[in-house]
Every structure is written in C-alpha cells, then in structure tokens.
C-alpha cells in the first residue's frame, strides 16, 4: 500500500471513530454505572503493557488506589481535547490514592510524542484493537474512543462514560470516592 492510500485510510478510520464516539455517546446519555463482571475488572487489572519508554507496566500496582483508565489515541480528536483536563485533574490528586492511565490504541512512537508536547503527568500505554475490545465489557459496545472507566479503591466500577469528560466532572467523581 502506498503512502498516500495509507494516510487515506488512517484519516477514513480516525473521521469513523470519531462519528462513532460521538452518536455512541448522544445515544447513551449522561455517563452511566451498571454493574460490570469481576472478570472484566480482573481481565483489565492482570493487563501489562509498555509505556512510552517500553517498561511493561502491570495494571495491577495501581490496585488499591482509585483508578481512572482512559482509553484513548491520539487520532482521535475528542481525545486529544480531553486529555489537558485529565492531566490538570490528575496533577490536584498527586499525593493521593489516585492514578490516571492512558490506555492509548496508537503506535507507540506517536504516543511519545503526544506526551512530549503536553507533558502528561501520568503513565500512558501502549495498547492493542485487543485492549479496546475489553471496553465492550465495560458497556462501550460500540468500542468508540474516548471512553473512561473509573474505580474505587476496592476495585469496583463506579464510574463509565463514553465520550469527553470535562476536568470538573472527573473531579468531581474522583472526590467522593476518596473519603473512606
């Protein structure tokens, strides 16, 4: 495949996904919590995958601590929008049981970049289609980007949504699952 029908498709799949986050996420409504199976969370949380530098990062040495994946690439425009108000939101959490992570459906190189120009206070990684599909299992049947999953610091689901998240918001579902 030439350069040209390359680039052509990359944008073709980026304008899809796109469209797709976002008539999944007017068709969903607010951001919604329903009950997910432990053996999604635990597929989730037995996950290791590499971060921009290549260390293998186990998910689950962020158990214990509220949890906030956001499934993510950096050809997806909505995603980029929200990225900033993640990082701003986790930078008010550092010093608490909190950890933001980026699971980024992307090539890793373009990944490293994306984080070198916004400077994301948290680990990004690499993740495969494969990832994206566990998304279903959290209620993103249409497996569109972005889409965050938050969890309290016993590991239960307590927050999904489909679509952006403002940095008010998130923070304002972060906070309460804090006290204890």
Partial sequence: MNRA??????????????????????????????????????TLFALRLPDTEGTVQPLAQWRGKVVVANFWATWCPPCRKEIPDFAAASRVFAGEPVQFVGLSI????????????????????????????LAKDFGNAAQALPFTVIFDRDGKVRHVKLGTLKRDDLEGRIRPLLAR
Avoid: C, M, N, W
């Fill in 106 to 133: 992307d090539d890793a190189d373009k990944v490293r970049d994306f984080d070198k120009e916004l400077g994301v206070p948290y680990p990004l990684l690499i993740a495969s289609p494969q990832v994206l599909a």
């Fill in 5 to 42: 029908a390359r680039i052509g498709l990359t944008l073709a799949v980026a304008a899809i996904a796109a469209i797709a986050g976002y008539l999944a996420s007017r068709s969903l409504g607010p951001a919604t919590t329903h009950a997910v199976a432990q053996e999604t969370i635990d």
